[in-house]
T-cell receptor, first 110, second 116 residues
Framework: SQQGEEDPQALSIQEGENATMNCSYK?????LQWYRQNSGRGLVHLIL?????REKHSGRLRVTLDTSKKSSSLLITASRAADTASYFC??????????FGKGTRLHILP | GAVVSQHPSWVICKSGTSVKIECRSL??????MFWYRQFPKQSLMLMAT?????????EQGVEKDKFLINHASLTLSTLTVTSAHPEDSSFYIC????????????FGPGTRLTVT
């Protein structure tokens, strides 16, 4: 089953611009995580935000969480070509499971 | 950080044959592991939960007789795709959480299965 829905599904921006991706989910959560996946490769964990947190930073990444709206956003500032990848939000569910959203394919244009 | 490995990283097999994929936690023990499947340009779909010492639990719509899971030890889970068909071609990824920290999961690099 899918828990999260990201939008946009695909995003193309110029290098140096900021990229914002959004994620909405359906049920209550303890944590929300963002992952990156380069084409055909494994997942890279980016950041975890707990349900009692509203905002978290890590380098060029900024994640917000609004539990009242059941939504989160991932902002990548000063984008680089190496940021080209798919980005997924993931929420915890029962029995330690992590459920992924549909993902946003980000393409950074040179 | 913790490392999870998968073997093989890619495999090509003929329709009707079975393929085994291994998932190992290299430097920690995992009583639970998870198996995901990912079709091109799609998200990861949870297939099943592998439990050490007991039967795997499967998500709705996943055929347990087709996708056999064995959690042989605290560091190894295997997924066997039986009687594979071209529609089983996919990217299979496993993950393992630290015991007691379910939100801290470590993902394997994935296995690309192509059934011809």
């Amino acid at each position: 089953s899918q828990q999260g829905e990201e939008d946009p599904q695909a995003l193309s921006i110029q290098e140096g611009e900021n990229a914002t991706m959004n994620c909405s989910y359906k049920t209550s959560i303890n944590n929300l995580q963002w992952y990156r996946q380069n084409s055909g490769r494994g997942l890279v964990h980016l950041i975890l935000i707990r349900s009692n947190e509203r905002e978290k930073h890590s380098g060029r990444l900024r994640v917000t969480l609004d539990t009242s709206k059941k939504s989160s956003s991932l902002l990548i500032t000063a984008s680089r070509a190496a940021d080209t990848a798919s980005y997924f939000c993931a929420t915890d569910a029962r029995d330690d499971k992590i459920i992924f959203g549909k993902g946003t394919r980000l393409h950074i244009l040179p | 950080g913790a490392v999870v490995s998968q073997h093989p990283s890619w495999v090509i097999c003929k329709s009707g044959t079975s393929v085994k994929i291994e998932c190992r936690s290299l430097d920690f023990q995992a009583t639970t592991m998870f198996w995901y499947r990912q079709f091109p340009k799609q998200s990861l779909m949870l297939m099943a939960t592998s439990n050490e010492g007991s039967k795997a639990t499967y998500e709705q719509g996943v055929e347990k007789d087709k996708f056999l899971i064995n959690h042989a030890s605290l560091t190894l889970s295997t997924l066997t795709v039986t009687s594979a068909h071209p529609e089983d071609s996919s990217f299979y990824i496993c993950s393992a959480p630290f015991d007691g920290r379910p939100y801290e999961q470590y993902f394997g690099p994935g296995t690309r299965l192509t059934v011809t």
